[in-house]
T-cell receptor
Framework: GAVVSQHPSWVICKSGTSVKIECRSL??????MFWYRQFPKQSLMLMAT?????????EQGVEKDKFLINHASLTLSTLTVTSAHPEDSSFYIC?????????????FGNGTRLTVT | AQKITQTQPGMFVQEKEAVTLDCTYD???????LFWYKQPSSGEMIFLIY??????QNATEGRYSLNFQKARKSANLVISASQLGDSAMYFC?????????????FGTGTRLKVLA
């Protein structure tokens, strides 16, 4: 149980275009989702906390106009990288708490590798 | 200031020996949670162990135990009887409520290599 599905697994786009990444909780309701960015051999950097029905809370240094997060339902959160540039190339991971809430471990999507050419 | 600090970028341990991976944290939330995850080369995140800030006893899960020293704000992971399959990246993470929202922050990680 507590499966998080993330799509696409990888995407290549041209500089200046926008890319949407979807994160779905398949068998549970996720009121809170976390979006991370991970560089090779580095840690997960929290980009934003996404709460269903409200605006996402972005971490300092993360451009909210560039990384648009929408959490329209209890099972879906999306991250849109707008006007992507090569420096946005990275591995993006979404995650959500399981049914036990804040004391439960995160369930992670499989990540999206974004390459901007 | 770093919220989660892992000072050991890399560690080696002999197979069947125990190893301690260090983690210190900083938060003003009195009700926080601490987690350890393992990330093998395949990339998936594997949950290992959890410690709540109000838990009186150190958490244990099989060969994993968490040495929780609240006053020192440390939550070190102890892996007993290391196995070759334990070679991976290990992340300490903290869940806190701050500035009106939950945050779930990861440390920089420790790469563990188990030697045969």
């Amino acid at each position: 149980g507590a499966v998080v599905s993330q799509h696409p697994s990888w995407v290549i786009c041209k500089s200046g275009t926008s890319v949407k990444i979807e994160c779905r909780s398949l068998d549970f309701q996720a009121t809170t989702m976390f979006w991370y960015r991970q560089f090779p051999k580095q840690s997960l950097m929290l980009m934003a906390t996404s709460n269903e029905g409200s605006k996402a809370t972005y971490e300092q240094g993360v451009e909210k106009d560039k990384f648009l997060i929408n959490h329209a339902s209890l099972t879906l959160s999306t991250l849109t990288v707008t006007s992507a540039h090569p420096e946005d190339s990275s591995f993006y991971i979404c995650s959500a708490w399981g049914r036990q809430g804040v004391d439960s471990p995160l369930h992670f999507g499989n990540g999206t590798r974004l390459t901007v050419t | 200031a770093q919220k989660i600090t892992q000072t050991q970028p890399g560690m080696f341990v002999q197979e069947k020996e125990a190893v301690t991976l260090d983690c210190t944290y900083d938060t003003s939330d009195p009700s926080y949670g601490l987690f350890w995850y393992k990330q093998p080369s395949s990339g998936e995140m594997i949950f290992l162990i959890y410690q709540g800030s109000y838990d009186q006893q150190n958490a244990t899960e099989g060969r994993y135990s968490l040495n929780f020293q609240k006053a020192r704000k440390s939550a070190n992971l102890v892996i007993s009887a290391s196995q070759l399959g334990d070679s991976a990246m290990y992340f300490c993470a903290m869940r806190e409520f701050t500035s009106g929202t939950y945050k779930y922050i990861f440390g920089t990680g420790t790469r563990l290599k188990v030697l045969a």
